[in-house]
Structures are given as structure tokens and as C-alpha cells.
């Protein structure tokens, strides 16, 4: 019932209607850690105070050396992956100076921070006066709080003049910078006593900063959280994966890549069970000899309710695991186990403990018959003043024999119910064709364009068009099982390929790179299907 209206961010400050504007951000990551050290908790009966854990974990900075940032916040992506492992960070400084370097401006300078960090002879200061305020980040100016301290002891800024620059910095108005600019340069000549020439060189390294500083607090309170996700990764990393999880669920293009992420760690990734999965991911501890992993949750599932999966969880919880498909099917009743949810279950391996999902889905009438039956005598059962006196006689389950569903077909409906594939994949069938082509990441990764390219994968997608001349052309997605990548085929190869332009078909292309916009495709000239005689 309250009012509510928005101000662009220059007239909702003091330079429009005066009034003091906050940013709150919401960040996933807090979610993540919380959720995380509770597993730990739950599972190892250990208490993280994740606010107080030391600063100097090796195996954290291992880990980042390493690269393995996926699923960090603040810290991951190809970009600032690369400057991790050439920085091999020490110290939560590092991760602090990296937070505020990579932004556009700022980070010109961190391959200086890091050719400083490695040798010291290269930390120099213009001034003996920077010293102090640039020690820590070797003599890089990394802050917006460096720039205020440097106006201050160098140019005799008071603090409110200080303030005034930070904020014309953060502004990035040219004209106010330009009036800052002679200002500072006058106070470096009459107040620091720098040459002019000397002056505009440390101008220069402040410069940088217009694009975009950070502030030392702010850095300050983003590296400390994107140390702890690294210390739980790397401590304790199946708790902290299948948080990550949970937190993406119902993003298949994130939950596919966190699950590579996982096979790349060595932490398995199993699908639903009836008697392990709860709600989101959850972890099976580490028992009889196998390490723990990471199982998906019965909320995972499409077309399957929050409501019947919190029945099947409270049930185990009460009464112990099911023991068979019967069992199951006797014990959690109700209208909301329907044929839809009850084939979800099978067709995703939720029974897969107990019996064959061929088997299953063939017998799908009887179990639904026999679940209609067991729920009609509980009812009778209830109602009745004497209890069991009253339930009628109820028949075995009895499941006619019946071939096992394909390996492909397991799959496709695991990828149509999980919208990824997680006993497998279509192209493990084809491992020896894959090495012997480039990856799609190595193609992605090559900025030549036009080179003639070979690679190999999945069909993902296929959006068909019409050229102006009327003719059929379509833009196809083609996936490993590690990256994707666009392919344009052009009315004439269209034509020649229209056949295996089919998602699920599992191809080899061949054509030529194309980069528009910093984003790879390739120009179909040839495609073949995995297993046919090689391409001419």
C-alpha cells in the first residue's frame, strides 16, 4: 500500500532532489556459503565459522594458482582465470588487488601487479612518499582510497577535496575529471613539489581510474567473499559443488557446466533415487569404499510437484527406506502420484535400486492399478472403527517381463526430465572419432578468422529461415560435452545436410570460423554423421 517511484541516479543524489542513495546488492553467493558450511555441518558434525577462517589456507591458493575458479564469485571467467594463474595469489591482499584491477581502466595495470609481485626489483615509486601508501599492492596504484591518500600527501588535498576527486572519478565525467585533472597537477607542482613533468606521470597512473576504481572497502568486502568460496571448494568441495547446485537449479545451461566442473574435480553426479534424493542436490556421504557424491533432488525433476516430493521425503523420514516398488507404491498414496510424476520418476532412475526402467515403463498401467488399490484400502482402513478389519484384500504386484530401454533412450529422457545428461552422454559412443578432431572450446579459443575448421559434436538446436530469395537456410547449435558453438548453414549446404539437421543427431562439421562481435560461429560448408565414411 505504499508509494513508489524511481529517480535516475543522477537526480535522485545532491545534485537533483538530495536525497542519499544506497546499493543493495543481493548477492547468490551468500546463499551458497550459508548452505554449504550447513551441509558440512550436518554431514561431518563440523562447525565453520565461516567469518573467522584463517586468510592463509594453502590449498585455497593452490586451487586458484591451479585456475579452478568455476562456481567462485567474483573470481571466475576465462578472464580473470588467466591473471590468477600467471598472479598465483599468496594472500587475501592478492585477491583484493585482483577484485579491484579487473574493471575496465584499472586493468592496464595488472600485469605490472603481477611482474611485481614475482620480482621486486621492479617495485619502484615515483615519489618516496608513495611508498606508504603502495607497499602493500607493490607500488601499483589499486584504489580509489590510494588515489585520495596520494591528492592528500602530494597535491595537500583536505579530505573533503579528496572525497570530491573520488567522487568525479566514480562520476567518469569528462569535464569534471578535466577541471580535477589541472587542479591536482597545480597542487602536485606547489604543494608536493613534483616537477611538472613528474606530476603528469603520476597523473597518468591515476588516470585509469576515471573508467572505473574501486574503493578499498568495497574490494575489501568482495575478496573476503570470494576467498571463503574458495576455501570451501577447496576444503570441503562436494558440499560446496552441490550448494553451487542448488542454487542453479532450474538453469540447464549453468547445472551442465557446474556438473563438468564436478567430473573435472572427480566428484560423480548420480541422478534421483527414491531413498537418497530430497528436495534440491543433495550429498551422499562417503560409504563401504566410495567417496561421496553429489545426487540430484526429486524437485529437480520436471513435471513432478514440490508437494508429492515432500510426501515421498517425509515418509522415508517416518518409516525408513522403501524397500521395492511395491513398497513404494503401498506406502506414499495419494492423488498427487499420477501417471505423469510416477513415469518422471522412472524415466529419470529413481527405481533403478529395484528394477529395470524398461520394465517399469512397460508396467506403468499395473503399478498405477496397483497404487489405486493400495490407496482405496488405506482410505477403507481409516474410515473403518476396528482399522485393519475393514481393509480389503489387496493383490501382489506382479511386473510382466519386458526389454530394457536403449542407452540413447535413457539419456534423451534425462536430458527431457533433468535437462542434462548424467549417466552418460550420446557421443561417449563416439570418443575415438572426438580425438581426432579439435574441440569446439579450441575453435572458440582461435581468433583467426576465416581459417577452414574441423570439429565435432551434438545437435543441440535448429532455427530454419527463409532467405530473401525464398530459400531454406537455419543457424544450428552443435555441442561436446564441454562447449557450443553456432553453425550457419547457408541454402546449399542446408540442402545437403537437411537430413542430419536433427537435435540428438551426433555429427562431424567442417567449414570456416567466422567472428562477428568477439563471438565465434562456423560457415557449414560439409557435415557428416559420427560413424559414416570420413568427409572429402
Same mark, same amino acid.
Given at each position: 500500500?505504499?508509494?513508489?517511484?524511481?529517480?535516475?541516479?543522477?537526480?535522485?543524489?545532491?545534485?537533483?532532489?538530495?536525497?542519499?542513495?544506497?546499493?543493495?546488492?543481493?548477492?547468490?553467493?551468500?546463499?551458497?556459503?550459508?548452505?554449504?558450511?550447513?551441509?558440512?555441518?550436518?554431514?561431518?558434525?563440523?562447525?565453520?565459522?565461516?567469518?573467522?577462517?584463517?586468510?592463509?589456507?594453502?590449498?585455497?591458493?593452490?586451487?586458484?594458482?591451479?585456475?579452478?575458479?568455476?562456481?567462485?564469485?567474483?573470481?571466475?571467467?576465462?578472464?580473470?582465470?588467466?591473471?590468477?594463474?600467471?598472479?598465483?595469489?599468496?594472500?587475501? *591482499?592478492?585477491?583484493? /588487488?585482483?577484485? /579491484?584491477?579487473?574493471?575496465?581502466?584499472?586493468?592496464?595495470?595488472?600485469?605490472?601487479?603481477?611482474?611485481?609481485?614475482?620480482?621486486?626489483?621492479?617495485?619502484?615509486?615515483?615519489?618516496?612518499? #608513495?611508498?606508504?601508501?603502495?607497499?602493500?599492492?607493490?607500488?601499483?596504484?589499486?584504489?580509489?582510497?590510494?588515489?585520495?591518500?596520494?591528492?592528500?600527501?602530494?597535491?595537500?588535498?583536505?579530505?573533503?577535496?579528496?572525497?570530491?576527486?573520488?567522487?568525479?572519478?566514480?562520476?567518469?565525467?569528462?569535464?569534471?575529471?578535466?577541471?580535477?585533472?589541472?587542479?591536482?597537477?597545480?597542487?602536485?607542482?606547489?604543494?608536493?613539489?613534483?616537477?611538472?613533468?613528474?606530476?603528469?606521470?603520476?597523473?597518468?597512473?591515476?588516470?585509469?581510474?576515471?573508467?572505473?576504481?574501486?574503493?578499498?572497502?568495497?574490494?575489501?568486502?568482495?575478496?573476503?567473499?570470494?576467498?571463503?568460496?574458495?576455501?570451501?571448494?577447496?576444503?570441503?568441495?562436494?558440499?560446496?559443488?552441490?550448494?553451487?547446485?542448488?542454487?542453479?537449479?532450474?538453469?540447464?545451461?549453468?547445472?551442465?557446466?557446474?556438473? *563438468?566442473?564436478?567430473?573435472?574435480?572427480?566428484?560423480?553426479?548420480?541422478?534421483?533415487?527414491?531413498?537418497?534424493?530430497?528436495?534440491?542436490?543433495?550429498?551422499?556421504?562417503? *560409504?563401504?569404499?566410495?567417496?561421496?557424491?553429489?545426487?540430484?533432488?526429486?524437485?529437480?525433476?520436471?513435471?513432478?510437484?514440490?508437494?508429492?516430493?515432500?510426501?515421498?521425503?517425509?515418509?522415508?523420514?517416518?518409516?525408513?527406506?522403501?524397500?521395492?516398488?511395491?513398497?513404494?507404491?503401498?506406502?506414499?498414496?495419494?492423488?498427487?502420484?499420477?501417471?505423469?510424476?510416477?513415469?518422471?520418476?522412472?524415466?529419470?532412475?529413481?527405481?533403478?535400486?529395484?528394477?529395470?526402467?524398461?520394465?517399469?515403463?512397460?508396467?506403468?498401467?499395473? #503399478?498405477?492399478?496397483?497404487?489405486?488399490?493400495?490407496?482405496?484400502?488405506?482410505?477403507?482402513?481409516?474410515?473403518?472403527?476396528?482399522?485393519?478389519?475393514?481393509?480389503?484384500?489387496?493383490?501382489?504386484?506382479?511386473?510382466?517381463?519386458?526389454?530394457?530401454?536403449?542407452?540413447?533412450?535413457?539419456?534423451?529422457?534425462?536430458?527431457?526430465?533433468?535437462?542434462?545428461?548424467?549417466?552418460?552422454?550420446?557421443?561417449? /559412443?563416439?570418443?575415438?572419432?572426438?580425438?581426432?578432431?579439435?574441440?569446439?572450446?579450441?575453435?572458440?579459443?582461435?581468433?583467426?578468422?576465416?581459417?577452414?575448421?574441423?570439429?565435432?559434436?551434438?545437435?543441440?538446436?535448429?532455427?530454419?529461415?527463409?532467405?530473401?530469395?525464398?530459400?531454406?537456410?537455419?543457424?544450428?547449435?552443435?555441442?561436446?560435452?564441454?562447449?557450443?558453438?553456432?553453425?550457419?548453414?547457408?541454402?546449399?549446404?542446408?540442402?545437403?545436410?537437411?537430413?542430419?539437421?536433427?537435435?540428438?543427431?551426433?555429427?562431424?562439421?567442417?567449414?570456416?570460423?567466422?567472428?562477428?562481435?568477439?563471438?565465434?560461429?562456423?560457415?557449414?560448408?560439409?557435415?557428416?554423421?559420427?560413424?559414416?565414411?570420413?568427409?572429402?
Amino acid at each position: 500500500g505504499k508509494l513508489i517511484t524511481q529517480y535516475e541516479m543522477h537526480s535522485v543524489g545532491e545534485d537533483g532532489v538530495g536525497l542519499l542513495k544506497f546499493d543493495f546488492l543481493g548477492i547468490k553467493n551468500l546463499s551458497i556459503l550459508a548452505e554449504a558450511v550447513r551441509r558440512v555441518r550436518v554431514i561431518h558434525k563440523i562447525e565453520i565459522d565461516i567469518e573467522n577462517i584463517h586468510t592463509d589456507d594453502k590449498k585455497t591458493f593452490a586451487m586458484l594458482a591451479r585456475g579452478e575458479t568455476m562456481g567462485l564469485f567474483q573470481l571466475n571467467g576465462s578472464g580473470m582465470t588467466a591473471f590468477l594463474k600467471q598472479l598465483r595469489p599468496t594472500s587475501i *591482499h592478492d585477491i583484493n /588487488a585482483m577484485v /579491484a584491477l579487473y574493471r575496465p581502466g584499472p586493468m592496464e595495470s595488472i600485469p605490472q601487479y603481477i611482474e611485481r609481485k614475482h620480482n621486486a626489483n621492479l617495485v619502484t615509486f615515483l615519489d618516496p612518499r #608513495l611508498e606508504t601508501i603502495l607497499d602493500r599492492s607493490y607500488g601499483v596504484i589499486t584504489y580509489q582510497d590510494d588515489v585520495m591518500m596520494i591528492a592528500r600527501e602530494l597535491a595537500g588535498y583536505s579530505w573533503l577535496e579528496a572525497d570530491m576527486l573520488r567522487k568525479a572519478m566514480g562520476k567518469k565525467i569528462p569535464a569534471v575529471m578535466e577541471a580535477e585533472k589541472e587542479k591536482l597537477l597545480k597542487g602536485f607542482v606547489e604543494f608536493g613539489k613534483l616537477t611538472p613533468s613528474l606530476g603528469e606521470k603520476l597523473w597518468k597512473l591515476i588516470e585509469p581510474f576515471a573508467a572505473y576504481g574501486f574503493n578499498k572497502a568495497h574490494a575489501a568486502s568482495y575478496g573476503r567473499v570470494a576467498y571463503q568460496t574458495a576455501y570451501m571448494k577447496a576444503n570441503y568441495p562436494v558440499e560446496y559443488m552441490s550448494a553451487v547446485l542448488t542454487a542453479d537449479a532450474g538453469d540447464t545451461e549453468k547445472i551442465s557446466e557446474i556438473i *563438468h566442473e564436478c567430473e573435472r574435480m572427480g566428484i560423480e553426479v548420480l541422478p534421483p533415487d527414491i531413498n537418497e534424493s530430497f528436495g534440491p542436490f543433495s550429498v551422499v556421504p562417503a *560409504h563401504d569404499g566410495e567417496p561421496a557424491r553429489i545426487r540430484f533432488g526429486l524437485t529437480t525433476i520436471k513435471n513432478f510437484g514440490e508437494g508429492i516430493a515432500e510426501s515421498i521425503i517425509e515418509e522415508r523420514k517416518a518409516k525408513g527406506p522403501f524397500t521395492s516398488v511395491a513398497d513404494f507404491l503401498t506406502r506414499v498414496t495419494g492423488k498427487n502420484l499420477n501417471k505423469k510424476s510416477l513415469e518422471a520418476l522412472i524415466m529419470t532412475g529413481c527405481f533403478d535400486r529395484f528394477e529395470e526402467r524398461g520394465v517399469l515403463l512397460h508396467n506403468l498401467e499395473t #503399478l498405477l492399478a496397483f497404487h489405486k488399490e493400495q490407496s482405496a484400502g488405506r482410505e477403507s482402513s481409516q474410515e473403518s472403527l476396528f482399522g485393519g478389519l475393514a481393509h480389503a484384500e489387496v493383490h501382489a504386484l506382479v511386473l510382466q517381463p519386458a526389454l530394457n530401454i536403449t542407452k540413447i533412450d535413457r539419456l534423451r529422457s534425462e536430458k527431457e526430465l533433468l535437462g542434462v545428461y548424467v549417466s552418460g552422454h550420446p557421443l561417449d /559412443a563416439f570418443e575415438d572419432e572426438l580425438k581426432k578432431r579439435p574441440t569446439i572450446a579450441q575453435i572458440r579459443a582461435d581468433e583467426r578468422n576465416g581459417i577452414p575448421v574441423i570439429t565435432a559434436g551434438m545437435i543441440e538446436s535448429v532455427r530454419e529461415l527463409l532467405t530473401k530469395k525464398g530459400d531454406r537456410m537455419a543457424f544450428v547449435m552443435v555441442g561436446d560435452k564441454d562447449d557450443m558453438i553456432e553453425l550457419v548453414a547457408f541454402p546449399e549446404v542446408f540442402q545437403s545436410s537437411k537430413d542430419l539437421l536433427v537435435p540428438g543427431t551426433c555429427v562431424a562439421v567442417k567449414g570456416r570460423l567466422s567472428i562477428r562481435n568477439d563471438e565465434p560461429t562456423i560457415a557449414l560448408e560439409k557435415m557428416k554423421a559420427l560413424g559414416a565414411s570420413e568427409m572429402t
